[in-house]
Structure formats: C-alpha cells, structure tokens
C-alpha cells in the first residue's frame, strides 16, 4: 500500500486528525501564530536575528550567509566529539512482537565503538511504499524507550506507536543518559561521558546519537528518505531542536514542553550545554536554531511549563526568518495549557503536524 492511499484511510478512520489533503498548511496554522496581549514576568528579550552590524538582512541570499555563521559558531561551542560517523552500524534484534498492526523491534547496536545502545523500530506489519520515518525521543521517565514505543507509560506520548499505526517507519533511541532502558543515571552518564570528551557538550552527544539512529532509519526497505521528521516531549523536545538545526535529513520538527529558551528549565545541567549558558556574555539562544531550521516545518507545544506564553518572543523572531522564504511560514505555538503533559488534544495536533507536511 502507498502511504498517500493509507493516509486517505486514516483520515476517515480519524476525524479528529482531520485537514485537507490539498492544503499547503494545516487548518490552524493562524491560530498558532498570534501570541496573546501580556507575557509572563519570566519571558526573555530576545534581539532579532535579521539585525547585523552591517544593516539588516532582507533577503533569503543574506539570510544564508548569516545562517552559516551561526551554524558554524554553535558547533564550535558544542564541540563534537565525533566527527565523522562512518556508515550505520548493524543491530541485531533482540526481541519482536506485533500490535495494533503494527511489528515492534527491540533493537540493539553500537553507537559508538565499544558503545552499545537499545532503540525501537516500529513498522506497519502490511509494507507501505515511500513510507514516512520519524525519529521519536522519550522523555525522563524510568521506563526509556517503551514509553514512545508503546511499551509502558501513557498513551497520549506513545508517539512511536502511534505513528506506526499511521503508516510511518519509526525508531525511538535511548538517550545517553541511561545506562540500560530501565534507570536513569544522569549525572553518572554525563560524568563517564565528559572524562572521555572533556571538551565536549552533553547535547553534542544526543545529537551525535540521534544523527546515528536516522543512519539505522535509512537503511529500513520501505522509507522515503526525503521525509524524516522528528518528535520529543521534555528531554526529548530538547533533542528535537538540535536535530533539526544541524541535519538537514530533518524536514518535520515537533517539540513539546523542553523549554525553547536556554534560560527556561534546565538547559545549564553538565547533560545538556553546561554551566557556560548562565553567563551573561553567553551570546546564543535557540531563536538562532529556529532560524538555522526554517523554513522546514516546525510546532512547538506548551502547557505553560517549560513551555507556553513565554515562549513567544523565541517563535516570533523565528518567524521573520520564515518570512524570507515567503509565506505561509510553517512554525508556530501551540498552548494547551494543561502543563508538562501531552493531553489528547496536543498529541492529535502534534501526530497530525507530522502526517501533513511528510505527506
């Protein structure tokens, strides 16, 4: 079955993922692009990144330039420890069950030499031609990788399995930080990780991981490699940015509650970018990988926790970016308002933000 042919399916399965197939946007692309009138005390200033010391960019051609630059100054701070990462590393299956329609790998490779990692692959049991892939990272709960795989947890962020069942190929990986799929060991991973990189970030790692587990999604028979997308709650939306700023295999980007600013939740922990961010000539904030991303589709979801009104100036100065590629601009907030949590109604916008613009 052809993924186009499936989606046509699903939508009349599924009216509450409901849009028109013709449409360049989703049906609330507007919604999610005006802010309300009064932000919170906690929201930052965020300068714009259109302004340079030689006058302001007002073109795409000057927006590249200016786009390089950037790139090429966050990836000297978070200094890669891994340059180069060769071919996609064999797996074996380790175990393999079928649900929902759906065939579920528990899949086991080396990350890096001598590094072993577990990670889902999750695949609709009848073969879908030019099928969609997504890359789905779990959030800081315990049980890892069987919470986006459907495994253990709740329903509403089994964002893998979810998706499978909608005709795409995903992997879920295991975040460094967790030494087996069933703890999390924080400061003892990012500690035994620092002593082999001590010039290294906490996120250039999950980068580096993430970028290998698109490495394993490619290989899969079935995908089409022009549409990878990527989705994460919490840690994993924290990931998600990254990994639409810096591999451009990444077309679809959905971060739910990570906190989008570095000055919001805990972007300082030896994990992520380190005590570096707090101080006051740290002259980066994530506007500048927003831009890095556009104008590839991006969604961020809030609940007024990490994420939510505050988050505004990010989107808004991201949103000039978009607008040199023409519009609509593909990026937005959307605020369900119901805190760190994925109810029914963000996860339906989220799943279908992914299904839309990978179609």
Not at 14 to 35: C, K, M
Not at 122 to 127: A, I, K, S
Not at 272 to 282: H, P, S, V
Request: glycine share 8%.
């Amino acid at each position: 079955m052809k993924f186009k042919s499936l989606l046509a399916t699903i939508l009349l399965l599924s009216p509450s993922l409901a849009f028109s197939e013709e449409s360049a946007s989703v049906d609330w692309l507007t919604e999610i692009q005006i802010s309300p009138g009064d932000l919170p005390a906690n929201t930052p200033m965020v300068g714009s990144l259109l302004e340079t010391p030689r006058g302001m960019i007002t073109t795409q051609r000057q927006w590249e330039s200016r786009k390089r630059e950037i790139r090429r100054r966050w990836l000297r701070y978070l200094s890669p420890a891994i340059k180069n990462r060769g071919a996609a590393p064999t797996y074996e299956v380790i175990k393999e069950d079928t649900t929902d329609g759906v065939i579920r790998q528990l899949i086991r490779y080396e990350v890096e030499p001598g590094e072993v990692v577990d990670a889902y692959l999750l695949r609709p049991v009848e073969p879908v031609k030019n099928a969609p892939g997504v890359v789905v990272f779990h959030s800081t709960v315990n049980h890892s990788i069987r919470q986006p795989a459907g495994v253990e947890g709740v329903k509403e962020k089994a964002f893998g399995l979810a998706l499978a069942k909608q005709g795409f190929i995903a992997i879920c990986p295991r975040n460094y930080l967790w030494p087996n799929n069933d703890i999390i060991k924080a400061q003892e991973m990012a500690d035994r990780y620092h002593a082999r990189n001590p010039n290294s970030t906490g996120m250039s790692k999950m980068l580096y991981d993430g970028q290998v587990a698109i490495d394993i999604l490619e290989m899969q028979s079935g995908l089409d490699r022009k549409s990878i997308g990527v989705i994460g709650h919490s840690l994993g939306a924290k990931e998600v940015i990254y990994m639409g700023a810096f591999d451009d295999r990444v077309k679809v980007i959905v971060s739910s509650e990570g906190g989008v600013s570095t000055t919001f939740s805990n972007w300082y922990a030896p994990w992520y970018l380190g005590d570096a961010i707090r101080n006051e000539q740290f002259p980066h904030d994530h506007e500048e990988l927003l831009g890095l991303i556009a104008p590839r589709p991006f969604l961020l979801v809030g609940g007024d926790s990490a994420d939510g009104d505050q988050s505004w100036p990010i989107i808004h100065r991201a949103l000039e970016v978009y607008n040199l590629y023409g519009e609509p601009a593909h990026i937005g907030l959307y605020n369900h308002r119901q805190g760190h949590a994925v109810p029914v109604e963000a996860e339906q916008r989220m799943l279908q933000w992914l299904i839309h613009y990978l179609n």
